[in-house]
């Protein structure tokens, strides 16, 4: 079992930063890529990025790319997203999730392939 938990989220400006954090704990061992996923009130939860949890692999959702950062540091267990440039429609319930196989980063987007979940932290972005 592995067990997430997010924090780092707030009420920001628009054009400001934010940095979430997810701390993982338990079988970490076996966490093979670590993803950040969003949900707005009434929208599916729709992808953000992913990073493997070896190596530098990263992948992110096109309207995030040149603003937000997602990174890892393995020997403290955290996976962090660096959030720069709000705006309001970045406001949501932010999600760590963990998969322990291999997956093909184009694939990543798909809730349905994750085996862990964190309860999400909440980010509102004002206007």
């Known amino acids: 079992q592995v067990q997430l938990v997010e924090s780092g989220g707030g009420l920001v400006q628009a054009g400001g930063s934010l940095r979430l954090s997810c701390a993982a704990s338990g079988r970490t061992f076996n966490i093979y890529t670590v993803a950040w996923f969003r949900q707005a009130p009434g929208k599916e939860r729709e992808f953000v990025a992913a990073?493997?949890?070896?190596?530098?692999?990263?992948y992110y959702e096109d309207s995030v790319k040149d603003r937000f950062t997602i990174s890892r540091d393995n020997a403290k267990d955290m996976v962090y997203l660096q959030m720069n440039s709000l705006k309001p429609e970045d406001t949501a319930v932010y999600y760590c999730?963990?998969?322990?196989?291999?997956?093909?980063?184009?694939?990543?987007?798909?809730?349905?392939?994750?085996?862990?979940w964190g309860q999400g932290t909440q980010v509102t972005v004002s206007s």
């Open positions: 999730a963990a998969k322990q196989s291999f997956i093909a980063m184009a694939y990543a987007p798909t809730t349905q392939h994750w085996d862990y």
């Open positions: 990073i493997r949890w070896s190596g530098t692999s990263t």
